[in-house]
């Protein structure tokens, strides 16, 4: 699905992104680069982010609550 999210020119992820899960990508950018990555690191995982979903915006709260979510328990 789509999830409207913060982004004010902050990174993206491009090249070989194999070693790691993309999580979401930029639906608007061309060629819709990674916006959220996670790899292993040892026993635990790193999340790289290039979006705020840290930030609220209220009539888009729900959706920022629903990626933070999925972030923490998947």
Known sequence: GVCPIYFKGGCLFQGDCSRSQVIAYYSDLPGTPAAVI?????????????????????????????????????
Do not use: M, T, W
């Open 38 to 74: 996670q790899c292993q690191v040892g026993k635990g995982r790193a999340i790289l982010s290039g979006v705020h979903p840290e930030l609220e915006i209220p009539e888009q709260d729900h959706l920022r609550k629903d990626f933070l979510k999925y972030l923490i328990y998947n």
